[in-house]
């Protein structure tokens, strides 16, 4: 079957850093995706990755381990803006994408 | 983000009525989907269009029929539905079903009394 898992809620502080984990099981996989969704919000792309080890963005990071079906979504310096639900995503092999429940992150100061 | 767009935003209906959700993308993108996001669950992908093709039907009741007469409309036609299927429905497009990215639309919160 097909699932992801990762943490329903993570508090953190201004300025800090953040590791939100998220393990998954699938037997397709074309790759993981982080989404950020602000409340009452559309979800919007922060990263794609395909091939192991670690993509920067900006204050943003992502990194994936196909062997472990795991990945991580690392923000740097968080401002208060940066609360929100973070979702993990993997494509399937029919390109569809399956998401987990997400984390919500609040920030505070 | 405006590429998206959907209408309603929020709608109130009884489990008698008809009423239909519109989605429009402006990116010029060729593959659509319908998405349900209920509290404290993921993300459910309902519907796929590639090229106006239906191409993915995800187990859903048939209270819920999609409708794509282009590839910047989408639309979802509601009828005799339940109180569950109170959520937040989602849109999103991207340039086709193998692109990396899905742009997703701000939603329509439907309730069902």
Known sequence: ?109 | ETGVTQTPRHLVMGMTNKKSLKCEQHLGHNAMYWYKQSAKKPLELMFVYNFKEQTENNSVPSRFSPECPNSSHLFLHLHTLQPEDSALYLCASSQDKVADTQYFGPGTRLTVL
């Not at chain 1, 790759?31 to 192991?52: I, K, R």
């Not at chain 1, 690392?74 to 569809?96: H, I, P, V, W």
Request: hydrophobic share 35%; aromatic share 14%.
């Open chain 1, 1 to 109: 079957g097909q699932n992801i898992d990762q943490p329903t809620e993570m508090t953190a502080t201004e300025g800090a850093i953040v590791q939100i984990n998220c393990t998954y099981q699938t037997s397709g996989f074309n790759g993981l995706f982080w989404y950020q969704q602000h409340a009452g919000e559309a979800p919007t792309f922060l990263s794609y990755n395909v091939l192991d080890g670690l993509e920067e963005k900006g204050r943003f990071s992502s990194f994936l381990s196909r062997s472990k079906g795991y990945s991580y979504l690392l923000l740097k310096e968080l401002q208060m803006k940066d609360s929100a639900s973070y979702l993990c995503a993997f494509r399937t092999g029919a390109n569809n994408l399956f998401f987990g429940t997400g984390t919500r992150l609040t920030v505070i100061p």
